[in-house]
C-alpha cells in the first residue's frame, strides 16, 4: 500500500470518516453565512470539539486560520485545490489555484480538486486533475475529486447513469476519493459504489433536509454497500451553527450509525446562512 493510501485511512476511526467542508466562503460567498459561520475559528472549534476526521478549506483560510495554530496539530487539513465564484454564470470550470506542493508545504493530509464532467472546459479540468493525482502520488498525498456532472450537456446531473459514470472517472483517473451526487435511491447508488471499484465512496451534501430525513439517507447510502467508505449527504449550508444546532445534532447522529457499524463515514458540508 502506497503511503498516500495509509494517510487517507489514517484520517479515519476504525475505518469510518467524518470530515467537515469549509470550503464555500469562495464558492458562495458570505450571504452562506451568519455572524458565527462566518468565522473560520468558530467552524474550526466545531470541528476539534465534535472529533471531525478532517476539514476542508480553501488556501487562504488554511493558511491564515490552521496552519501554526492549535488546530494544525489537532484537525487534520484536506486542501481543496481549485474553485469559482458563482458570480460566473457560464459553462462550469473550477480552475486549479494552489498546487499539490504548496498543500504539502502547508501540511495538507489529502488534496481535493473538482471536475465538472459534461462542462465544455471539461478537458481543461480532467487534464488538470490528472496532473494532480500524479504529483500527489508522487508527494505521497492522497487524492479526492468532487466528480459533478454540469454544464449545458448535463440533462439531469443525479440521473443513475450519470452519477454512476462520474464514479468510474474518479477511478479512471486515479482518484483515492471520490464526492458524487445521490442518485435518487440506494440501489443506484449501489451501482455507483460498483463502478468507482476500489475507490472511496462520498456523498455530495445537498439542499437542506430534517435531520432525521438527513440520517435516514445517511443509513440507506452505508446499507447500499459503502460500508468503510467516507458517504456524505449532507449538508445543512443554511441552518445556523448554534451551540446546540442541527450541525451539531447531525454530527452526533452519524456517530451514532458509525459505532453501532451501520455507518462508515459522514461528510457534511457547512456553513450556515442566516
Known sequence: MGNYKRKLEQLSTKGKYLFLAYDHGLEHGPADFNEQSADPNFILDIVLQEKYSAVVLQGGIAEKYWKDS????????????????????????????????????????????????????????????????????????PVIGWMYPRGKSVENDTAPDV??????????MGADMVKIKYPGSAGDFAAAVRAAGKVKVVLSG??????????????????????????????????????????????RGAKAYASSGVCAGFYQDFPASR
Do not use: C
Open 206 to 251: 445537498g439542499s437542506k433536509l430534517p435531520t432525521q430525513d438527513f440520517l435516514r439517507i445517511t443509513e440507506n447510502v452505508m446499507r447500499a454497500g459503502a460500508a468503510g467508505r467516507p458517504l456524505w449527504p449532507a449538508a445543512s449550508r443554511r441552518r445556523s451553527l448554534r451551540s446546540d444546532g442541527p450541525g451539531r445534532a447531525r454530527a
Open 163 to 172: 452519477v454512476a459514470y462520474a464514479a468510474r472517472v474518479g477511478l479512471e
Open 70 to 141: 492549535p488546530y494544525e496539530s489537532k484537525v487534520p487539513l484536506i486542501l481543496k485545490l481549485n474553485g469559482r465564484t458563482n458570480l460566473w454564470k457560464g459553462e462550469p470550470f473550477s480552475p486549479q489555484l494552489y498546487s499539490v506542493e504548496s498543500a504539502k508545504n502547508l501540511g495538507a493530509q489529502a488534496v481535493g480538486y473538482t471536475v465538472h464532467l459534461g462542462s465544455e472546459f471539461e478537458y481543461k479540468m480532467m487534464r488538470e486533475f490528472g496532473r494532480i493525482v500524479e504529483e500527489a502520488h508522487r508527494l505521497r498525498l
